[in-house]
């Protein structure tokens, strides 16, 4: 009795510390606690325009959080949030549509302009 015990209680312990080991592994790979530490999330109360999306995909550098990201859209900026069970280490991103980040610069870098026809 207390050897299976001993034992269940091993695995389960086992499985946390793996999983969050993976779980930060994949953080600091992806890129995500860097974008997290360079655009914190303000925590601003979401206004009724917010569009939200759940269960997107999202590609950082080579690692794919498939199905995982929730995407929100506001007035301000938008949001990136991982589920639940994968946000160790995985903080919000908040990219604001106010000032010019570098973000937005990379786009506008690689989107056609309007006169190139």
């Known amino acids: 009795m207390t050897i299976t015990f ?3 209680a091993g695995m389960i312990i086992w499985f946390i ?3 969050t ?12 606690r860097k974008l997290s530490i360079l655009y914190p999330d303000p925590l601003m ?11 997107c995909s999202l590609k950082l550098g080579f690692i794919s959080y498939n199905s995982i990201v929730h995407i929100t859209f506001t007035g301000y900026g938008i949001i990136l949030r991982v589920m639940k069970i994968f946000s160790f280490m995985h903080k919000p991103i908040y ?3 106010m000032k010019k980040s570098p973000v937005w610069k990379k ?6 302009s309007p006169d190139s026809k």
Request: cysteine-free.
């Open 107 to 112: 786009a506008e870098y690689f989107s056609p």
């Open 21 to 32: 080991l993976v779980i930060s592994i994949l953080s600091i790979i992806s890129g995500w």
């Open 95 to 97: 990219i604001s549509l």
């Open 17 to 19: 510390i793996l999983w």
């Open 45 to 55: 109360p979401e206004d009724e325009s917010s569009v939200k999306f759940s269960m």
């Open 6 to 8: 001993i034992i269940i």
